[in-house]
């Protein structure tokens, strides 16, 4: 098959071979798959010998789109593995080809890494790009090759519920949350009100204050307004709790303007 012309500078031709005493190629060549020239076998050093692996590149407008081709190819398997893990990590389809629309969550994901583990608490009334926002971060932090888990925290308590009395355990799906590089928890103050809930949010935020691993959340409710949602069934410690958790390892970010969804 017909070498790269990147790798040419490396590969021995049967006549270096012959300089230096060594092994030649058995038989002439190969020809052009597209314009029939024969091609001058190309070799390696294995072991004191050559191995003749390859042949030169021929140069012809055959192999020259044969090669644009390939790399067209390459690029559409790349975006499609792109995508795929984008979904796995729970960026909607909608979402797929959101930018980072915000000065401070720019300079946000800028400094990330350098910040001790500092994640954003994000807040605006429906419609002002939350859920936008965070997937487009979330497709920044995959990009860079850390592991996500985008979810609203209603489907975070839902997953961890559904685990009980099945193979996956319960901690087990605690932990998926919990020990993310990245938790994005979409939505946050919408889910229902319980005892259980609570400690739920309560363990994985905590894991991930004392882990000193980012978590971002998205709500319609400032910190003050998510304490009273979390407590609204009377768990006032452990709302407390959290939204005090939350204070100390997020930035504020505070979304304004008209509902987006509106056209």
């Given at each position: 098959m017909p070498g790269e012309h990147g790798n040419e500078s490396h590969l021995i031709t049967p006549a270096d071979a012959v300089e230096r005493g060594m092994n030649g190629p058995k038989g002439e060549g190969a020809e052009c798959p597209w314009c029939g020239r024969v091609l001058e076998p190309r070799g390696v050093l294995l072991n004191g010998r050559v191995a003749w692996a390859a042949y030169e590149p021929c140069g012809c407008e055959?192999?020259?789109?044969?090669?644009?081709?390939?790399?067209?190819?390459?690029?559409?398997?790349?975006?499609?593995?792109?995508?795929?893990k984008l979904i796995r990590s729970g960026v909607k389809k909608r979402y797929l080809e959101a930018t980072v629309d915000t000065n401070e969550a720019q300079r946000y994901m800028e400094?990330?890494?350098?910040?001790?583990?500092r994640g954003l608490y994000i807040h605006g009334n429906v419609g002002t790009g939350k859920t936008y926002l965070a997937s487009a971060m979330a497709r920044m932090f995959v990009d860079a090759g850390y592991s996500v888990v985008l979810t609203t925290t209603l489907?975070?308590?839902?997953?961890?519920?559904?685990?009980?009395?099945?193979?996956?355990?319960?901690?087990?799906?605690?932990?998926?949350?919990?020990?993310?590089?990245?938790?994005?928890?979409?939505?946050?103050?919408?889910?229902?009100?319980?005892?259980?809930?609570?400690?739920?949010?309560?363990?994985?935020?905590?894991?991930?204050?004392?882990?000193?691993?980012?978590?971002?959340?998205?709500?319609?409710?400032?910190?003050?307004?998510?304490?009273?949602?979390?407590?609204?069934?009377?768990?006032?410690?452990?709302?407390?709790?959290?939204?005090?958790?939350?204070?100390?390892?997020?930035?504020?970010?505070?979304?304004?303007?008209?509902?987006?969804?509106?056209?």
């Open positions: 055959g192999e020259a789109n044969a090669a644009k081709e390939a790399k067209a190819c390459e690029l559409k398997m790349r975006e499609r593995e792109k995508k795929v400094r990330f890494g350098s910040d001790d583990g489907a975070m308590l839902e997953g961890i519920q559904d685990a009980y009395g099945k193979e996956t355990s319960s901690l087990d799906a605690v932990l998926r949350f919990a020990s993310s590089d990245v938790l994005i928890l979409d939505d946050f103050g919408k889910e229902s009100a319980s005892a259980w809930s609570a400690s739920m949010i309560f363990q994985i935020v905590n894991y991930r204050y004392e882990a000193m691993r980012p978590l971002i959340v998205t709500s319609q409710y400032d910190l003050a307004g998510l304490e009273k949602r979390i407590s609204r069934q009377g768990e006032h410690e452990r709302a407390r709790a959290v939204v005090s958790r939350l204070r100390q390892m997020c930035h504020t970010i505070e979304l304004s303007g008209n509902d987006r969804r509106r056209g």
